[in-house]
């Protein structure tokens, strides 16, 4: 990896992160959106599925409210008011034309200077990615692009008055690094608090590692690959310029 650069955030104002799962914000990039909400830029959530097919031993419908509570929670530390969960099937989730559309409309509502997402490919450095994480990141990319086409999905502005947005930057947290944003300081705290927000989900995994030492160790981690010795906890992020 070497050293990577800071990614540089001082244009942005407006940012949507599009995930897969309640959670999923909460493994790192909740603090760079820490970072993000102190700072007065404000940022948004897209989750496609409510998580319902999370908890082996509780049913579907028990588990989408709750994990939907517990993701609003999470937001909460984090500075995040603006919360959607779409509700498409969990477990089943398919980067096609829908799950686009779904994006692309919330690009164009909420309008962001970048857009945050997922990991797409099928290996990570930790084992194999998740079949809703690979088709959610892989989604959020193309609707990026989707958004800002007046061509593509027209009822999106002929219906609904959504007019194309196109977006300067899309970020893949926890992908191979391009770049590092730096949440040294307070910004790891909230992010730790969102993580241990996830209560009733944790305690369901049974094996889950203490969310301090997950968030300090991976946070810390990554800052070793910044050349400013000041920073002591990073993100890794895959920064593309759209
Ligand atoms: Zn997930």
Request: hydrophobic share 45%; aromatic share 6%.
């Amino acid at each position: 990896m070497g050293t990577l650069p800071f990614f540089d955030d001082s244009e942005i104002r407006r940012v949507l992160c599009v995930v897969a799962h309640p959670d999923d914000m909460e493994y790192g990039a909740s603090a760079a959106v820490a970072r993000w909400t102190a700072q007065g830029i404000s940022v948004s959530y897209l989750l496609l599925t409510a998580g319902e097919a999370g908890m082996r031993s509780l049913s579907p419908e028990e588990v989408a409210p709750l994990l939907t509570q517990e993701q609003r929670a999470a937001c909460q530390e984090v500075g995040v008011q603006d919360l959607t969960v779409l509700g498409l099937p969990d477990g089943m989730l398919q980067p096609d034309l829908e799950t686009r559309r779904h994006i692309a409309r919330q690009i164009r509502k909420t309008r962001p200077d970048l857009v945050l997402t997922q990991p797409w490919e099928l290996q990570m450095g930790w084992g194999l990615n998740h079949a809703d994480h690979r088709a959610a990141g892989l989604a959020t990319v193309d609707a990026v692009r989707d958004a800002d086409n007046p061509w593509v999905f027209r009822e999106l502005l002929e219906d609904e008055g959504l007019e194309p947005w196109g977006t300067d930057w899309l970020l893949v947290a926890n992908a191979e690094p391009s770049h590092l944003i730096d949440v040294s300081g307070e910004p790891a705290e909230p992010a730790i608090r969102s993580l241990q927000a996830h209560e009733a989900y944790l305690a369901g995994l049974g094996d889950h590692p203490d969310p301090r030492e997950m968030i300090e160790g991976m946070t810390s981690a990554a800052a070793q690959h910044s050349a400013d010795a000041a920073a002591s906890h990073a993100l890794g992020v895959a920064a593309y310029r759209m």
